[in-house]
């Protein structure tokens, strides 16, 4: 009987250990699987020129692993907006309808001033914004967010070793220089409006509001006011 309960225990000891080997394999298994998706996916952010890159916002890897990789994409994409929205501003000035009817009352052009500075306001602001994600403690703030199950740390590590790598560091300051360069080309738009509206000043009994746009009763003036106009449409 001693022997027979000593058989039985030595099948269940045996038994349990097959089956710790079992999920040990299928457990590092499904690590190393995910670890290349995930760096797949991440190697196709720090290959790319995030000014051009479409972010994959299909989820490749799962469970924690997936949190990584959303974190990593969300952030990433969080930091390329900025770089669209100002780019968006800087196609977006549009003289017609910055120097509308409503925004010329009675030939006062103050509204144009501040118009001019809401786009600068705003774009010092994106700037702004930009510069403090990039750094190194709004990187790791945005994965202590996620909801990460178990061993936090390794997720946590994993996240830094993309986000902060020397190679995502590049990234970030060739995009910050692209930023600049839209900021550069906003400015210059910028100037160039204020060149209108000062011209608007000094020859107001030149130009009249009619049908909620400006028209000239001066041929001559007209002309130099659409070759500012033309400068910045180009």
């Known amino acids: 009987m001693e022997n027979k309960k000593t058989v039985v225990a030595i099948v269940i000891v045996i038994l349990l250990m097959a089956a710790l080997i079992a999920v040990s394999y299928f457990y590092n298994d499904f690590n190393t699987k995910q670890l290349a998706l995930l760096t797949e996916e991440a190697n196709k952010i720090l290959e790319s020129n995030l000014r051009e890159y479409s972010i994959d916002f299909d989820i490749k890897t799962e469970k924690n692993y997936a949190e990584v990789e959303e974190a990593v994409k969300e952030y990433i994409s969080k930091l390329k907006n900025i770089y669209v929205e100002i780019d968006e ?30 786009y600068k306001e705003k774009c010092q602001n994106l700037i702004a914004e930009y510069e403090e994600l990039i750094t190194e403690e709004k990187i790791v703030e945005n994965i202590n967010n996620a909801d990460i199950s178990v061993r936090n740390e390794y997720y946590i590590n994993l996240y830094s070793e993309i986000m ?71």
């Open 164 to 234: 902060l790598s020397e190679t995502m560091q590049n990234q970030y300051m060739d995009l910050e220089e692209e930023i600049k360069n839209e900021k550069a080309s906003l400015y210059d738009k910028l100037n160039k409006i204020e060149k209108m509206k000062v011209f608007l000043e000094e020859h107001k009994d030149s130009w009249i509001i009619k049908e909620d746009k400006i028209h000239f009763t001066n041929v001559n003036r007209m002309t130099e006011y659409y070759s500012l106009f033309n400068q910045v449409i180009d």
């Open 89 to 118: 501003m800087v196609s977006g000035i549009n003289p017609n309808v910055i120097f509308a009817a409503k925004n010329v009352p009675d030939k006062n052009l103050d509204e144009i001033e501040n118009i001019i500075n809401q």
